[in-house]
């Protein structure tokens, strides 16, 4: 009877109710999934992971985060920033682990932040602390000192070492008196905006100037003639010791 079945594929009787094809099916339909002989398509649609073949990160219930991270709690931010590169391009087009793993960066950036300014704050308390057990004339001299403004010591900084500058470049043809000249009416300048006391002005940017000029003719000499071009001259050089000693009276004295 079975030879006679598959003999004839178009057969059909009572108890047989369909016909019979004359080769296997290579696919079965069942009410929850397609079964397949064929290697590449999935067995069931059951079997298939949520969000298609998009890998899902693995610690995003992880509260630490540096272990979600993967990194050491000594770890710097560049390691920091390398571990969280890798994880979301490993971990790319999966949303929640996206975000898993940006919070977690970002909480790390917050407290490394943190852990900067509270430094800051500690390096300035040290300051202050040693500052109030120096000794009394440490004290009053400290009085006479004051810390401007970046942007204002930037732009002093710009000018005298512009009249140095234009002090060399003049060097051959003459010595750099008027140079000299317009720094310390500039230091005087400066120091009367501060002070509102042209007297005390005056008398802190002459003794800037001469203690500058006092200390290039003693150091100004000692310099290996080796180190010195040619052109340079003893009181072109003493010029620019008093540049310095100009600026610092005027950004930092008051």
């Known amino acids: 009877m079975s030879s006679l079945l598959f003999s004839n594929p178009h057969l059909s009787t009572p108890f047989l109710p369909q016909k019979l094809s004359g080769h296997l099916s290579a696919t079965k339909a069942t009410p929850f999934c397609t079964i397949s002989r ?33 990194v050491s709690p000594y770890a710097s931010e560049e390691e920091i920033w390398g571990s969280r590169n890798f994880l979301l391009q490993q971990y790319a087009g ?11 960066f970002e909480k790390l950036l917050m407290t490394s932040f943190r852990q900067r300014k509270k430094t800051k704050i500690n390096l ?4 202050k602390k040693q500052v109030d057990e120096s000794p009394p004339w ?11 403004p970046i942007e204002v010591i930037f732009r002093r900084l710009f000018l005298f070492a512009f009249m140095g500058g234009w002090s060399i470049m003049n060097s051959a043809e003459g010595g750099p008196a008027f140079q000299v000249a317009v720094s310390l009416a500039a230091c005087i300048y400066f120091l009367n905006e501060k002070t509102k006391s042209l007297a005390r002005a005056s008398i802190i940017g002459f003794g800037a100037l001469a203690s ?35 600026f610092l009276g005027c950004t930092f004295l008051k």
């Open 38 to 70: 064929s290697p590449t398509a999935p067995r069931c649609a059951v079997d298939t992971p949520y969000g298609g073949n998009v890998p899902t990160f693995p610690r995003m219930k992880v509260w630490d985060p540096y272990r979600r991270l993967g």
């Open 94 to 104: 999966h949303e929640r682990s996206e975000e898993s793993i940006e919070a977690a």
């Open 124 to 127: 300035k308390s040290k300051l």
């Open 138 to 148: 440490v004290k009053n001299l400290l009085n006479f000192v004051e810390l401007p």
């Open 212 to 246: 500058g000029w006092i200390c290039g003719s003693i150091f100004v000499p000692m310099i290996p003639t080796v180190l010195i071009h040619p052109t340079w001259t003893l009181e072109l050089l003493t010029s620019l010791v008093a540049y310095v000693f100009l």
